[in-house]
């Protein structure tokens, strides 16, 4: 499936899931039901038109150009929630001192005032480093994105070549050194398919693991903002 362009968080946990979840190619193709028997083989990677796997190896380029794109945003907006805790933190720092003055002149209005002030600028602090934080689970879902897509372009190129393969030895109709040849190559590119697909796989999970904690960052902030707002 495609990744939509990058225009919030949301968007990023959508197509993570969508790639994980949906029927895409790599994961339709090695059911039961889809095998057949070549040559006295069961073929496990069921062949398709060259126009059909072209055209989802431009989906997997597409998703690894927004990948990228999506972490390059996430980077950027980490850095920007960092530079915004570390310039409360001295806001922070600058009441306690005035706070510390206060309490030393016995001033119990403007402890007061002061003291309040305090926690309400903690309370923002806190939702700083939930933004930051979930910037950063973003960085990492997106580069988990990316790697998913080349592992899908890696299994698509193995996936066409193994087709060019099987052409070319299915054009040879006389049993010889040649034909075993090319079956040899078919079956070890198969293999080799196969092999990406579990890579494929393996990556998904990886991808899900990484959007299930953008989606716990995500509720974190939600109760940072209640807390602020609440008090």
Request: charged share 30%; aromatic share 2%; with cysteine.
């Amino acid at each position: 499936m495609r990744i939509q362009p990058r225009r919030s968080l949301s968007r990023i946990l959508q197509a993570a899931v969508i790639v994980c979840t949906a029927a895409t190619p790599l994961a339709g193709q090695t059911t039961a039901n889809s095998s057949f028997v070549a040559d006295g083989f069961l073929v496990l990677v069921t062949p398709r038109t060259v126009e059909a796997i072209d055209m989802d190896i431009a989906e997997a380029e597409s998703n690894l150009a927004q990948a990228t794109s999506n972490q390059t945003a996430a980077i950027s907006q980490r850095d920007g929630a960092r530079a915004a805790a570390e310039a409360k933190k001295l806001e922070i720092n600058a009441v306690k001192q005035k706070l510390s003055t206060a309490k030393a002149n016995k001033n119990e209005v403007e402890v007061s005032s002061l003291t309040g002030s305090r926690k309400a600028m903690e309370r923002e602090l806190e939702l700083l480093e939930q933004r930051e934080s979930l910037r950063t689970a973003e960085i990492d879902l997106a580069r988990q994105t990316g790697e998913l897509a080349a592992l899908a372009r890696r299994a698509l190129a193995f996936e066409k070549e193994l087709l060019i393969k099987r052409l070319e030895s299915d054009a040879v109709t006389e049993a010889g050194p040649s034909r075993s040849t090319l079956t040899s190559v078919v079956l070890d590119l198969e293999k080799q398919t196969l092999d990406a697909r579990v890579a494929y796989a393996d990556k998904a999970v990886d991808v899900a693991t990484r959007a299930k904690k953008v989606a716990v960052r995500q509720l974190q902030i939600v109760e940072a903002r209640r807390r602020v707002l609440v008090n």
